[in-house]
């Protein structure tokens, strides 16, 4: 898995997609599938990284020994 965010345009998967022998109406919807599941994927990561910004203001102190 990369670590780098690909663009949608200049991803592998968006370029197997143009050169795959179907017709342009399936073309559309595979890309606007998966820039679909994208925007999905984004906005769980979001959320998750909203969620451990906040779990931060409510950990109890330690207690030191």
């Known amino acids: 898995m990369r670590k780098a965010k690909e663009t949608g345009r200049n ?3 968006y370029a197997r997609i143009r050169k795959a022998q179907m017709p ?29 910004a906040l779990g931060t203001l409510f950990l109890k102190p330690s207690l030191k020994h």
């Open 11 to 13: 991803s592998d998967i």
């Open 24 to 52: 342009e109406a399936d073309r559309q919807n595979a890309i606007r599938a998966l820039q679909q599941a994208e925007a999905i994927a984004d906005a769980m990561l979001w959320v998750r990284n909203k969620i451990v």
